[in-house]
């Protein structure tokens, strides 16, 4: 408790100081850049004429700029619009500006606007991720989508399966609340296998908010939030497709297409194949290095747009089907080879109504409704896990904006889970089944208050309260500030809690693929967990040389955990103990990251992270296992003149870590190492552009570095000895790949 009064102390502290420097400099133009429809226009380039002092507009076409008086000519350009020279008087604190598209025939207007940009005037902590960098490296799903990203890691967690999971601030994602278009999904017992479950070719954007996010969209999130923006129907035609084929015989086609019906509705259609048939096994521990997995995936949305009115709805359909353990030509003389299957079937439908009230305050109106059903059957040899989820989101909103210093927002909720199913945890073909049966019902309300006394600084707070039928009712409080002393200087503080239930094998099922026995302490299953975390960021653009500038990020976030569900893997090394904490549990995570453009077309990026994530186990605090301390990451790209070609690469290097505490062998040796050491990745990637296509070439882990024997006792998988789950570090070995993208109407 000490610790948390020192850090209030900090903020509250820090406050009084951004808001008495706010008070003493107002000279900033606050504004909009909108398209000639008034759509915000993002990443569009705003700059004094003959100077250096430059930004960029936000996600809803928002910037402020440092004004000097010896300056009047204000230039604003983006990739697809008739360029604009303002005169700006002195006196002048806003301005709305309107940009034209650009409409030509036989022409192709091309830009270089960033594929990952930090939203310099968000409040919360937030970068954006667009198509531009996802076609960086072959992203085939969600979960290869961060492959560029210094803040998001993404690592496998079990060598059997090839199930995968993020990592935001140094822990599990299972803490990051996961959304697609703000609705908040994929939970229960989809999360050990959602990564895959969304198309990288339907991705639009993604935005990465770290620390303690809005509580808008619900209580869960504990380290950050990820939204996924798919591809909309209400834009400019396209027809594309992307079709990708490995070394491995990965195959995967991608088909998305938009028709406009009149001035008011569109549709979209997105369709995803994707085929792995063959068996790999490159160690030759008789186990399939990557599942055999074939899955379709098809999605409809519709949009309605009036004057004050605007209707977005849709449903998805998923069917996967994964198959791992051991199977190929050199297991055929095994009596009872080891076998995994995972069948998905997964339905959702959403609807997104909004009512503007009055355009001039910014009020309006929504409802948001989600529903999605979901079958799991699995079975890890004579394990067997079969579980349905039915989810229910709902929420009402209201939003308005009173004036340029005041902003509320706030509204209802309702997070509905049913789970039906059943499991055999013995490793016996006849042993009973256990029905598992139960749901979560939490309704809840929020409130949220920005407050923007002066351009150079907002302040936002929120509070919701729900009730959960588990739980009974929760508090959430969250707090944010964002301070601009210049548009070249951005400082953010944050704090807030954060809950989640922790359904043990609703979301650890991918678990029973090792030979370990699950021991599920009392009070264990749907435990909600609880902490609270707080983050300072710092982000500067140091000029260098000319018009360039080096765009500087530095934070640092404490999650500390109030509840906490321990997975147990050192108590014995053949049993997996679920028990509540009793203890501390927490992690530090600090980050530096650099990005510089050296010369028209190549844009460079270095980070590094440094993470202490501890935890209490067996009665001891420790570092947290199968957890890196450090990570450092290098990306280049580049794109020749007129964008015939672009060439990227990423260097990572990644740090050392505990391993669970090994077991002396019969023979006297240990079962595994005590720790792993650093190991580097090497990535590359070349695409060929032309008008209406694009082909690639690239290639994965070209260091060929693996971990040895990612599956300890692979020789014998119906003992309890064997164990899949003690994967550090790469699975399989170097991957070429190759593919072509198009847009009929590009």
């Not at 509320?408 to 029905?435: C, I």
């Not at 420790?622 to 794109?639: G, H, I, M, N, Q």
Request: charged share 20%; glycine share 10%.
């Amino acid at each position: 408790m000490k610790k948390k009064h020192q850090i209030s102390f900090l903020l509250s502290l820090l406050l009084l100081s951004a808001t008495g420097l706010a008070a003493q400099d107002g000279g900033q133009l606050i504004g909009q850049v909108v398209d000639d429809t008034a759509e915000p226009i993002v990443a569009a380039n705003v700059y004094w004429l003959g100077t250096n002092i430059h930004t960029s507009s936000g996600e809803k076409g928002e910037f402020a700029i440092e004004h000097l008086g010896a300056h009047h000519r204000l230039v604003v350009s983006c990739a697809g619009f008739v360029a604009d020279t303002i005169d700006i008087s002195h006196d002048t604190k806003q301005r709305r500006i309107m940009l034209q598209s650009i409409v030509m025939d036989h022409v192709e207007v091309i830009g270089f606007r960033k594929g990952r940009s930090k939203l310099r005037l968000s409040i919360e902590n937030r970068e954006q991720i667009s198509e531009g960098e996802l076609i960086r490296a072959a992203c085939c799903n969600l979960g290869e989508s961060f492959t560029t990203n210094p803040s998001v890691d993404v690592s496998t967690t079990d060598a059997a399966t090839g199930t995968k999971q993020i990592k935001l601030l140094g822990l599990s994602g299972k803490y990051v609340q996961m959304q697609t278009e703000n609705i908040p999904g994929f939970r229960g017992i989809s999360a050990p296998y959602s990564l895959g479950y969304i198309p990288g070719a339907w991705i639009q954007s993604i935005q990465v908010s770290k620390g303690a996010a809005s509580v808008k969209n619900g209580f869960e999130s504990m380290t950050g939030q990820i939204n996924v923006e798919y591809k909309k129907p209400n834009v400019d035609r396209y027809f594309e497709g992307n079709a990708y084929l490995d070394q491995g015989l990965r195959a995967e086609l991608n088909l998305a297409g938009n028709y406009q019906f009149g001035d008011r509705w569109s549709t979209a259609l997105l369709a995803h194949v994707e085929d792995r048939s063959m068996a790999h096994d490159a160690n030759h521990d008789t186990f399939v290095d990557m599942p055999m997995m074939r899955q379709y995936n098809v999605m409809n949305r519709w949009t309605y747009r009036s004057a004050r009115n605007i209707i977005q709805s849709g449903f998805l359909y998923l069917y996967e089907n994964r198959r791992a353990g051991q199977y190929g030509h050199h297991t055929e003389a095994l009596a009872t080879p080891y076998l995994i299957g995972i069948k998905t079937h997964r339905g959702e439908a959403f609807v997104k109504a909004a009512h503007i009230l009055d355009p001039d305050r910014g009020s309006s109106i929504a409802l948001i409704v989600d529903g999605s059903k979901q079958q799991l059957d699995a079975g890890y040899g004579h394990k067997v896990f079969e579980m349905g989820q039915d989810n229910l989101y709902t929420s009402l909103l209201f939003e308005t904006q009173p004036n340029e210093q005041h902003a509320l927002s706030t509204g209802l909720s309702w997070q509905y889970d049913h789970y039906d199913g059943q499991h055999r945890l013995e490793q016996t073909a006849l042993g009973p089944l256990t029905t598992n049966r139960y749901n979560e019902s939490v309704p809840g309300a929020y409130f949220q208050y920005t407050y923007t006394p002066v351009p150079q600084l907002a302040v936002l707070g929120g509070i919701r309260a729900d009730h959960s039928n588990l739980h009974g009712t929760f508090v959430t409080p969250r707090f944010h500030i964002r301070y601009n002393p210049s548009s070249a200087v951005s400082l953010r503080l944050s704090a807030g809690k954060g809950y989640r239930t922790h359904g043990i094998l609703v979301e650890n099922n991918h678990l029973l693929a090792s030979g370990r026995e699950i021991v599920i302490h009392e009070g264990a299953d749907k435990l909600q967990e609880a902490s609270w975390n707080y983050g300072i960021s710092v982000g500067l653009d140091i000029p260098v040389g000319g018009s360039k500038k080096v765009e500087l990020n530095a934070e640092y976030y404490y999650t500390d955990f109030d509840k906490r569900v321990v997975i147990d893997m050192d108590s014995h090394p053949h049993e997996l103990h679920f028990y509540g904490m009793a203890g501390s549990s927490y992690s530090h995570t600090f980050q530096i990251d650099a990005s510089y453009t050296l010369l028209r077309g190549l844009d460079l990026m270095a980070a590094f992270r440094l993470s202490d994530v501890r935890n209490t186990i067996g009665g001891r605090l420790r570092s947290e296992p199968l957890t890196s301390r450090y990570k450092a990451l290098l990306t280049a790209s580049y794109k020749t003149p007129l964008r015939l070609w672009q060439g990227d690469v990423t260097f990572s290097l990644n740090g050392s870590g505990r391993m669970p505490d090994p077991y002396t062998l019969t023979n006297g040796a240990s079962s595994w190492d005590s720790s792993y050491g650093t190991y580097p990745l090497v990535s590359a990637q070349i695409t060929r552009f032309f008008p209406k296509w694009s082909a690639y070439v690239g290639g994965e882990n070209l260091t060929n570095y693996r971990q040895p024997n990612p599956i300890v006792n692979a020789q014998d998988p119906w003992s309890k000895a064997f164990d899949s789950t003690m994967v550090w570090g790469p699975t399989d070995g170097i991957m070429v790949y190759t593919g072509i993208r198009f847009n009929l109407f590009d």
